[in-house]
């Protein structure tokens, strides 16, 4: 843990064993491990190195947590909305919320509002305004992150994702257009859902900090 | 003239003198010329050039129309809508007015409707979806083409602006986004206001060769 | 259906069965499901989940339609033309026929006019003149839809193909380059069949909406 | 103003006399005016069209408020902390400082503390673990708000800054290395001053309604 | 002179003095002197500096050729055709033909055979087809070499110019586009007519030779 | 055949038998198939569809020439020189040698001559110059062509090759050294042994049949 | 063995067997083959091939070395420090240690002091400050080199690593940050463990000559 | 002075007064200060501020020097040798040799060595192979440095210097060639003499020490 964030094991690359291997010394140390962008391998290799731990794995999210038995997860009274353009910015925002979760936010899910169905985000805007921070993942052209950071007071963190093709595509034109937003927002990296949730969590942090302060 | 399109002379990087040159032979040959990123010595050399000609000059546009008194323009009946994100984009979306009305379409301007303030989109729907094609420009992040996009039936063609500094700035976020966005569109380069203009007219032609065909 | 556009079910990426269970949703919604990038794995799966469907698999151009036998498609009286440069633009030039004839226009396919050779592009110059709308499929350099554009007064719309290996390959030449042309016409993503289409849907549906409107 | 943001006059690109218009007329419709990038001239131009304003020019920041006698502004129970590299940060950082001391934050300023001079940093660290916000301006190889963030506890948003020549100069490395940084922070655009204070100022005002709320 | 290329001052960013300097230089050691970017100033300082040289000025091309009066220019029995798209390469296709000339070969000038109108092209087929060698500089979208080589036999070089705004404008669509032409040909550097010119030369030279030594 | 130049069968991307179909069709068309990019899958199912046929395969080049036994190949009475930097540039020069003896010039191959071993370039001085085109293909940072253009008085093409890893690998490093050469040179696009080879043919033709013309 | 620097083989891309082929051709003439991009299987062909020879592996760096038993390193009287951020560095890290083992250097690892846990790399200042050079291997934004290069008087090589993913990713903004460093350095390519080993050993080496020289 | 290394003012981008009052205080503080980027109104300002001072500018590097009359420069016993490949590579390189003096070390010019004359190279081997280090400066393709590097046994620092026009100009082809050498070479950022003379004098001071302490 460092900043009170978990540190993810990012399980691409690595071998399930090499992943069950690092998650057992996570659990160990810290009574939890965060793992990323696993697949079913990964997934069965730390069940099963891990047979007392609660295990919870979100498959389209692609990430795992596995807590000790005892461990006590945070308690923060600070709410993260995570809004989504569509079905491909699923894993990218479901790593942010699996962060946020471990710190301790409440997350309310905003699913497949994409600017092509503006109505859609009309919908959610109190779900929005009502969040303490707001995360929005949107890939190709990116530009809603743009359409809700002009319809909230809330502090939003744009996340582009990699979807699209040819030019400008894996996120390039997405991140490119978070920099340059016609309104108030700050970005992540492509694909970066772990920095996202993370950096949505310090925030929650602090307002809930200031909640519990004055209590 | 090529395609019933005007061609335009551009100004920029040419002097007074040359530019005026270029305006004559266009009225003598062609009955009419059409200037583009023109200053005010430009505006003023062409003026005293043409004497006897009607001078029609949009100085936020940049542009410069001067037509032999006798000069018939055509008049289609098909109507075409510009939107602008904001002031900067008033150059760029100005051309292409300029074009469309030497071409002989109606225009409807829709300033100022910038993704940031989605209600001045919505107030606005009646006019972009009636026309017959729409001309979409926008800088920075270049969000408002896809948002129009996603609320009308008719074609769009987005115009991206060169607004915008830093990383993407130049109008570089804007084309990529218009290229990737999740509606249909298509788009024109960066500035390319006579050009965006242009196939608007083309497409605001064949729609108004249909209807004069069965009138 | 958005815009009288048929939506489409982007198959790579996705195994048999996520399309197939997309493509059954959609035929029961809409009553027609277009499925495009779809290798043979796709076409069988959605095949054997819609028996009663009538499919339509254009193994070349990737794409599958299946529709209810009930249902009844649009027909534009409006027509399109697509032109590729080549054996490699048959892909997406077919995704934008496939569209096209979706939304009910006709569509006149002229294949292999590659630049090279440019005694093939004046063999077709009647076909083209006539359409109401025409779509230019090129990769490489992409030279193809500027030279098309210097010959028919009608709108072009350029599609460039991620063809071509090295500096500017996998089309970012060709996107380039139809973004610089030096005659009029609008531009799609690099393999965006898909858009390229219903751009061109729309506006022959504008075109044919003004025939009808008068007939 | 928007989302509490006071919207700024960008200077750079217009006419002392258009700046000094647009200052007016948002000292009238809002009390109080914020021009960003002014150069003397523009300074002289809005201060002799507000003669009864009070105004704080703040040359390095080349920003300037021009605020009614009667204006009352915010008064935000929150601190940010704005940390520069170096002496080319300052216009950046000051902007950002502007904005918000306007949306009624505290601003505490640690200047050249750049990554060369770790010791500077440490000597710092009280106040940057104090603060609820941190900015952190850097150009360059932008490494500085990586290396504050692995320090803090607190959110900490990354001001890339356009100083730098050669190869990845004019802030490019420094954009990109806070996108890819291995610690957790989000990043605005090159030079983008006035969005990093105002995302700052967002996450102060949540704060200061937190202790608010409960006070 | 290297390899029998006349080596070129090149006076942009030289002083006219300096470039004066290195005319009189040149004379000195090699009877001639061939300057390149030189505007008016350049060439007064060099006619001043070599008042009994004979001087060759081509404004257009921005070159200046100063020989001495015994000097005794080689004569290639080789022609090389020089075509351009449009007036804007002008200077680029100048001064490959002032190389050319001070290399010896018979140079055919073709201009503003652009494109988009095919049909002038096809005009000069036979002066095209005639030629030992031929430089075709273009810009924007750089496709008129293409359609040359494809109506030749003869060597083709591509003389990208730097024509064009916005995306892959200042000849980067064009060089791109050169390095992609999915007909034969080779490509020098964006507005490097001086190495265009040198290369077809080379090229004329040992055809000539090849001739001479047969005759 | 257009210009003289064999059209070449890129079988990557092709299966065995779609490569066979095409070869078999090629020979029957015009007595000779040059297949480019073929591994041992493509070659054999090259073999088994022509039996009768002459087939020279060179396994390094990945090239496939396959010859009707009554095929008469042109003679040209010119030498091209090919030089390679190292081993991986084996496959781009080797497809240029197939282009060129297909179109019968004599070929002189000079291979791993490397900058980096600079006495082995000048052990091949006399072939270098004696030749009438030089081909020097070279990866990495692509300067062989530039020392060898030094060198020589022959006209030389610059082959990047797609060495190279990491920042400007894969071959950019190098076609942009070719284009900003220092010497005189033209170049062809990454890996383009085929069109190098075809424009040195082009070349050599020109040369050998200006020897004809006076023999 | 160039400049002292043992030549590498680089297994990447080549079969096991040719990897054994060229080292046991290498361990003839220089008694010594260094392999580097070695898999298990090109470290079993190259053990079978060279039965007698004493073979040392690094799997994580994915070295060989393989040595005749009567081959004599050279031992050099110089330290290298090699530190890197994370575990993804040890690749490169280790390329570099074991060229530099080879030239006699004696070699100091430092690893996982990233920049986000200041204290780690003060931890390790003697050591650091002790050696002749410093090469610090750094992947994701790059900031360690200019961080240790801030702490020390030694020279320091850079050495970006291809982690990262996203905008900047692979590291490109690992070598762009260190290109652009605000403190004194020079750097080598992504990857470029081998170089940036060689380089340090060259400066080692000058070094230890120094020390013998006066010795 | 950090590590040895004379800071240096950057004259571009400051004011004649501002550079002055940077300078005496360096003066002051050090004994004396280095500019670089001067241009003649900044020597003089720089002269004006400082009568007393020892004053070394030399134009053509663009560096100042100015020296408290009592100031000891350090004597270093180590030899940089500092190759350009053109007159425009003079500025970045005399900006190295003038880092160089100041920290003592012997300085040998070699100028005009461009790799378009290789005699010229070989003429300066001894020079080249005599140093303890070689700093090569090179625009345009920049190969002189991976030229020098073959030939010589000493380490090599490979300055880009931002001459050449076009795709890849500005530097940018000759950093990337660096990076990719074929030999072993360390690369600065385009245009940073300063980093090349300091790294340079680092690696000479090293061996002047090791040098001394067994003196
Ligand atoms: N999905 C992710 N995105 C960004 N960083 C991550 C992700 N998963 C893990 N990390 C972080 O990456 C760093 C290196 O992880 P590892 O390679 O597992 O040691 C650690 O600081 C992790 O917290
Ligand atoms: N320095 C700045 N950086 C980014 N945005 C700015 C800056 N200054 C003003 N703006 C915003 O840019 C938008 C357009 O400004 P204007 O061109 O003055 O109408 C407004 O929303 C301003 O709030
Ligand atoms: N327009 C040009 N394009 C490319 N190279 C040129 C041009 N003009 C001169 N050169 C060459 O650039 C090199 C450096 O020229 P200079 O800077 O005048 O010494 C010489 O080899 C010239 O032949
Ligand atoms: N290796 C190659 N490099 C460049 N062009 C090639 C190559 N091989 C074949 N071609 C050409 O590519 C064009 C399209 O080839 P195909 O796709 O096989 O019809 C034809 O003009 C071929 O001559
Ligand atoms: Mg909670
Ligand atoms: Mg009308
Ligand atoms: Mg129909
Ligand atoms: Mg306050
Ligand atoms: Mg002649
Ligand atoms: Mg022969
Ligand atoms: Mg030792
Ligand atoms: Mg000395």
Do not use: W
């Amino acid at each position: 843990t460092r900043r009170g964030v978990p540190e993810a094991i990012l399980a691409e690359g690595k071998t399930p064993d090499e992943t069950a291997t690092l998650a057992v010394a996570a659990v160990e140390t810290s009574g939890r491990a965060l793992v990323t962008r696993a697949d079913t391998a990964h997934a069965e290799a730390v069940a099963d190195a891990l047979p007392d731990a609660d295990i919870d794995r979100d498959a389209r999210a692609k990430t795992i947590v596995a807590a000790a038995p005892e461990f006590e997860r945070p308690d923060l009274d600070a709410t993260v909305a995570i809004a989504t353009g569509g079905t491909s910015d699923a894993e990218a925002a479901g790593e942010a919320a699996a962060v946020l979760r471990e710190m301790g936010a409440d997350v309310e899910r905003i699913e497949d509002v994409g600017v092509a169905h503006l109505g859609r985000v009309l919908d959610h805007l109190d779900t929005l305004r009502e969040a303490d921070v707001v995360v929005v993942a949107a890939g190709r052209e990116g530009a809603l992150p743009t359409v809700v950071a002009g319809l909230v007071d809330t502090p939003v963190i744009g996340l582009p994702v990699s979807t699209g093709y040819g030019h400008g595509g894996d996120g390039e034109a997405a991140v490119l257009g978070m920099l340059q937003s016609c309104t108030v927002l700050s970005t992540v990296n492509v694909d970066a859902g772990y920095i996202a949730g993370a950096q949505a969590g310090l925030i929650a942090r602090a307002v809930a900090d200031a909640r519990d302060a004055d209590a």
